[in-house]
């Protein structure tokens, strides 16, 4: 492939933030990192994901999809690509095929690989047979989107950040007749935004990464659009030409963005959370004090952990259990299929220490099946619970494998995944 660094040479000085970026003089930056995305907009009338009322087509694009890869290497080689996608989910088949071909093109393992969808429900139902050719192009666009981030590897430096952003409101109100889909404005929610900050050796802004916790759920219409997330990083990139902005979507499952249902707020919602992340950068402070620079080792986690079936002769379910650690200052978790925001909350503040990495919890992530209810959920019922009647120990399951993951790549670099077993 093209060796192409034309989003490098676009990042001149844009959000420059002295003593966060830049490494001091005379020592290389302890990262590289490199950074790509391309359009992934169907080019003819496909189903839509999301809404099961909605039997249509797609009429055209009010806002064109994307996929993005973020690709950063320690300075022992140990790497890690995110890949974020305006995409419903990221289905087992797209994963396996996706995770398979970068390990063999680029042999970058799969526990090194996240893969994590922003929720749109104005993407393509890219699973259905009438969208195999479809699938088969994403597939291979998402594979020579990580080889071109690998190959823009650069020298870079990392730091962490977070501010707030407070449209995600809970979306689980109780009722006399049970819990219904309904604006709860005092249900639990997770208004943190985090802030992965890739910098140039001169400390020139290269690519965010960051995260929300909310349905990507403004819009239900029949046009093609990547929602709050897709207008988040439009705005970003716009105000900062060359830069590459990616979405980690968070423990939203409960969440709904308020007021929805028309494009306007898509909008708002996407302009706000585009601002909380200038405020995590600290735009325009002098002297920032919130940037938490990143050291390595990098280390990646990817396993699974069971989960049982309420329902008679049902399997248990692989679920997917990631964790990249960035030394001791911060650990990105990634969790598989629709998570409620509990798990976020719990899993902050049961490994939050003092001087310890800061906890980034991210769901969405390298399968989509169904929601994942906390244990709390699955006994109040309601919609999150219904969808799939899982045992009550899938709390304590997920809880207790992040734990294992958590403490175990600080140690040491994991072993690849056995077969089958990612
Ligand atoms: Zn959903």
């Avoid at 055209?60 to 790497?79: M, S, V, Y």
């Avoid at 995600?168 to 049970?178: F, H, L």
Wanted: aromatic residues 8%; proline residues 8%; hydrophobic residues 40%.
């Amino acid at each position: 492939m093209k060796k192409t660094v034309l989003g490098w040479l676009f990042a001149v000085v844009l959000v420059y933030v002295p003593g966060a970026g830049a490494a001091p003089d005379g020592q290389a930056p302890p990262w590289k990192a490199g950074a790509a995305s391309a359009v992934i907009t169907p080019q003819r009338p496909l189903p839509m994901a999301g809404y099961a009322g909605r039997k249509e087509p797609a009429e055209g694009a009010a806002q064109e999809l994307f996929a993005k890869a973020l690709a950063i290497e320690d300075q022992d080689g140990n790497r890690v690509v995110f890949l974020t996608m305006d995409l419903i989910g990221v289905i087992g088949r797209l994963r396996t095929t996706v995770a398979e071909q970068v390990q063999q093109k680029y042999q970058l393992p799969p526990h090194a690989l996240v893969m994590n969808a922003s929720h749109t429900h104005c993407g393509p139902a890219y699973g259905r047979d009438e969208a195999k050719d479809y699938f088969d192009s994403l597939a291979a666009k998402l594979v020579e989107l990580v080889g071109t981030s690998l190959e823009r590897l650069e020298p870079a430096s990392l730091a962490y950040c977070l501010a707030r952003c407070g449209f995600a409101m809970n979306r689980r109100t109780p009722t006399e007749s049970g819990y219904q889909n309904h604006p709860n404005p005092d249900g639990p929610v997770d208004h943190t935004v985090p802030v992965l900050r890739v910098a140039a050796a001169g400390g020139e802004l290269r690519a965010v990464l960051f995260g929300y916790a909310c349905h990507n759920t403004t819009m239900g219409f029949r046009q093609w659009l990547g929602d709050y997330a897709g207008y988040a990083q439009e705005y970003f990139e716009k105000d900062h030409a060359g830069t590459v902005a990616l979405f980690l979507m968070g423990c939203g499952a409960d969440q709904n963005p308020y007021p929805r249902s028309q494009i306007e707020y898509a909008q708002k919602h996407g302009r706000s959370l585009a601002t909380a992340i200038e405020a995590a950068l600290e735009t325009g402070q002098k002297t920032p004090r919130h940037q938490r620079p990143l050291a390595g080792p990098l280390r990646c986690a990817l396993e699974t952990v069971d989960l049982e079936s309420a329902t008679p002769n049902r399997p248990d379910f692989p679920y997917p259990v990631q964790v990249v650690r960035f030394g001791n200052d911060l650990s990105i978790i990634a969790l598989g299929n629709e998570v409620v925001v509990d798990y976020a909350l719990r899993l902050k503040r049961e490994l939050a220490e003092p001087s310890g990495p800061a906890i980034w919890v991210a769901g969405y992530s390298n399968t989509y099946d169904d929601y994942i209810p906390s244990k709390r959920v699955l006994e109040e019922g309601g919609y999150e619970a219904k969808c799939c009647p899982w045992k009550a120990t899938l709390e304590e399951r997920i809880v207790g494998k992040v734990h294992e993951l958590y403490g175990r790549p600080a140690a040491a670099p994991p072993a690849a995944p056995a077969e089958g077993k990612q």
